[in-house]
């Protein structure tokens, strides 16, 4: 045979019987190995299904020893079957589809966290709680664990877990993702931001410095940009941008407020004055400032940030009547639950509104003042409020004011609560030095 060429022998194109046998047996034997591979594959897929439809059908007994079995064998199509049971489980079959869980691995993460949410959420049975939080600890970084749910609650809880453990790096980690995206994912979770969750930052602090600094450091950057947003102001702000300056004057004084800064929130108060965008932000702040202002009697600064403070009140009151229907009706069997928070609640709204009727009294603007106390009065009768109200105009100095709330009172209370509102005269809280 020529090929270009090239002379080749009969004998280079003949494969010899033994090298023929040898890759005959090669061939034979990766195909048993390809063969034994898709069966042990195809088995456990077998297995793994069969697992899976005995958790989902069979009985208590049939149940646990599923979820163990799945747990074994690191079953990732168990992840939705175990969330969509924990909501039916009770609490021998919750610690065994957390152990399972574990044992799956990273992407069971999410069966853990709603685990946990159910356990919190259940009053009483703190030893299961402590038991998901721990086991939730141990399932890897926690920067791959809490990037598996946006719920800031129970990325707050982890947080919480990880700082006992005295993971600190990573418990601060967890809360500023809480404070920094936390409201972006659920809206209810505004309030806890502010409050609670700096709290927890705050005793982090203690132990560890640096939850100090990163606290400041955002504290320093809102000043920045309250500053900046509030200096001009335009149609499209006004459309777009007031939103977010409002929130950014809210969380700049209550980081204020955890810091033991205030001085630094009223400073920004007063140069907003003579800022063009300066208004909401201010009337945002004030309630944050309201103490210190009544303390040296600032009340010009008080009715000037408060804006329409009769128009807010009410609107105010009647979204307290709107809660609280729907809190009565969503807890029709727990009314006793529902008790503590209305009265907090209207408490609430007794004093910020009393705070307002001082300002507007202190400031000889008795009509406004009037139209407040009226509203009170209307919205919560009690002793308690006519307290408030003669507190005030006591500390505003205005005894024909405080002439009239005790003539009311005594129309409208009985005698042993019209002695509430006597003893308030008789032991008002020292007011201020005017200031100069």
Request: charged fraction near 30%.
């Amino acid at each position: 045979m020529k090929y270009k060429g090239h002379q080749v022998s009969k004998e280079a194109t003949t494969i010899s019987p033994r090298r023929a046998s040898q890759v005959a047996l090669f061939v034979a034997g990766l195909a048993v190995l390809v063969m034994a591979i898709a069966s042990i594959v195809y088995w456990r897929e077998l297995i793994e299904a069969w697992y899976l439809r005995r958790f989902e059908t069979g009985n208590a007994a049939d149940k646990r020893a599923a979820v163990e079995r799945l747990g074994e064998i690191r079953s990732a199509r168990a992840v939705p079957v175990f969330m969509k049971a924990l909501g039916e489980a009770d609490e021998n079959l919750q610690r065994r589809i957390v152990t399972a869980s574990k044992a799956i691995g990273i992407e069971a993460v999410p069966v853990i966290f709603q685990a946990m949410n159910k356990a919190s959420a259940s009053e009483g049975n703190r030893a299961l709680e402590h038991f998901v939080v721990e086991t939730l600890t141990e399932m890897g970084p926690s920067k791959l664990v809490g990037e598996k749910t946006n719920d800031p609650m129970l990325r707050e809880l982890y947080g919480d877990a990880l700082a006992e453990k005295g993971r600190y790096e990573e418990a601060l980690g967890e809360y500023l993702w809480c404070f920094d995206h936390g409201s972006e994912h659920t809206i209810g979770y505004v309030g806890v931001r502010v409050s609670f969750l700096l709290g927890r930052v705050m005793n982090l602090a203690d132990r560890y410095p640096l939850a100090l600094r990163a606290l400041q450091e955002r504290r320093d950057h809102l000043e920045e940009k309250v500053l900046k947003d509030s200096s001009h102001t335009s149609w499209l702000k006004q459309l777009f941008g007031s939103t977010r300056v409002l929130s950014e004057a809210v969380d700049f004084a209550c980081l204020n407020r955890e810091l033991k800064e205030p001085e630094r929130t009223l400073s920004v108060f007063r140069k907003l004055r003579n800022m063009k965008g300066g208004t909401d932000p201010r009337e945002a702040m004030l309630q944050y400032l309201i103490d210190p202002l009544l303390e040296e009697r600032g009340y010009a600064e008080i009715v000037e940030a408060a804006g329409d403070a009769e128009a807010k009140l009410s609107r105010r009151i009647m979204a307290f009547g709107e809660l609280k229907l729907r809190t009565n009706l969503a807890n029709a069997a727990e009314s006793h639950s529902v008790q503590p928070a209305e009265a907090f609640h209207r408490r609430s709204i007794v004093e910020e509104g009393g705070k307002l009727y001082e300002a507007y009294l202190g400031s000889d603007q008795p009509e406004d003042a009037s139209g407040i106390a009226i509203q009170l009065i209307e919205f919560s009768p009690k002793a308690e409020t006519y307290a408030t109200l003669v507190r005030h105009a006591t500390r505003a100095g205005k005894e024909a004011q405080v002439k009239e709330l005790l003539a009311s009172a005594e129309k409208a209370l009985s005698v042993q609560d019209l002695e509430k509102v006597q003893q308030a005269v008789a032991n008002p809280e020292r007011p201020a030095e005017p200031r100069g």
